[in-house]
Nanobody, 115 residues
Framework: QVQLVESGGGFVQAGGSLRLSCAAS????????MGWYRQAPGKQRELVAI???????NYADSVQGRFTISRDNAKNTVYLQMNSLKPEDTAAYYC?????????WGQGTQVTVSS
């Protein structure tokens, strides 16, 4: 079954940290660069971070220096370590391939940061 399952979201105060996980089907994980995306209420979904199969990474300017994306090839899992969280980071977070496929969107995981 081809799927992506996100977890690790929650409620945190500004300045806090969370670590998101994305368990991916092997067919997705092994053949794609992977990304974390987020969508805040009333806004379009945006790319947060990507990690290529060779481990190289790129980040949106808004999270550069605060978020770290990583992948565990043995577990077919992608992580997003989020530090120094801000209220503007509040959103539903999703993982997907890069570029994203409409077939892969999962339920996402909600991150809420209070001021």
């Amino acid at each position: 079954q081809v799927q992506l399952v996100e977890s690790g979201g929650g409620f945190v105060q500004a300045g806090g940290s969370l670590r998101l996980s994305c368990a991916a089907s092997r067919i997705i994980f092994n053949f794609n660069d992977m990304g974390w995306y987020r969508q805040a209420p009333g806004k379009q979904r945006e790319l947060v971070a990507i990690i290529a199969r060779d481990g190289s990474t790129n980040y949106a300017d808004s999270v550069q220096g605060r978020f770290t994306i990583s992948r565990d090839n043995a577990k077919n899992t992608v992580y997003l370590q989020m530090n120094s969280l801000k209220p503007e980071d509040t959103a539903a977070y999703y993982c997907n391939s890069d570029p994203p496929s409409s077939d892969y969107w999962g339920q996402g995981t909600q991150v809420t940061v209070s001021s």
